[in-house]
């Protein structure tokens, strides 16, 4: 199935450290998505990389996507308590026609002060 | 900013009952969603909804859902006869028909069946 899996599964750092999660996918994609939970909440889009990109930048923000290795990473620089969350990625086949995004079961990131 | 509302954030029911949640995507988008997360777990794809039709919908999906656009602006979930494994979050979400291809979220609908 085209679906996403992170890792770490959790990950705890302390504040001003730079997080890594990484994510793997099985099949063609034409974009990768990552969102960000806070605990109980909805899903807050972070950044889309599309196929034919290798690597994006948001802010504190940098994702790259490696479509021959079939994985993706991204990185927050600097991180902050607000930055603890659950961080998602999606991979998907989007076009005029439909599509759907399918999600990873996320890394848990905690930040601590 | 627009944003993809939905209702109720949170609904407790009874087992056997019917639910129907609500949502309002963002306006002039033409593509919607709807996934589900059981708590602890990760999102999970129901169905996609696109000029008045079902577009894709997986195997969760089953006779016991059916989503509707009754007018311009709502777009719904109704749950028959709802089972207790059906509490979870409910996620509704909506594309621009643009390139962009970033799906929206809202905040969800939480539902408890008891």
């Known amino acids: 199935s085209q679906q996403g899996e992170e890792d770490p599964q959790a990950l705890s750092i302390q504040e001003g450290e730079n997080a890594t999660m990484n994510c793997s996918y099985k099949t063609s994609i034409n974009n990768l998505q990552w969102y960000r939970q806070n605990s109980g909440r909805g899903l807050v889009h972070l950044i889309l990389?599309?196929?034919?990109?290798r690597e994006k930048h948001s802010g504190r923000l940098r994702v790259t996507l490696d479509t021959s290795k079939k994985s993706s990473s991204l990185l927050i620089t600097a991180s902050r308590a607000a930055d603890t969350a659950s961080y998602f990625c999606a991979t998907g086949t989007l076009g005029n026609q439909g599509g759907k995004l399918i999600f990873g079961q996320g890394t848990e990131l905690s930040v601590k002060p | 900013e627009p944003e993809v509302t939905q209702t109720p954030s949170h609904q407790v029911t009874q087992m056997g009952q019917e639910v129907i949640l609500r949502c309002v995507p963002i306006s002039n988008h033409l593509y919607f969603y709807w996934y589900r997360q059981i708590l602890g777990q990760k999102v999970e794809f129901l169905v996609s909804f696109y000029n008045n039709e079902i577009s894709e919908k997986s195997e969760i999906f089953d006779d016991q859902f059916s989503v509707e656009r009754p007018d311009g602006s709502n777009f719904t979930l109704k749950i028959r006869s709802t089972k207790l494994e059906d509490s979870a979050m409910y996620f509704c979400?909506?594309?621009?028909?643009?390139?962009?291809?970033?799906?929206?979220f809202g905040e969800g609908s939480w539902l408890t069946v008891v």
């Open positions: 990389i599309r196929s034919n990109e």
């Open positions: 979400a909506s594309r621009p028909t643009d390139s962009g291809n970033t799906i929206y």
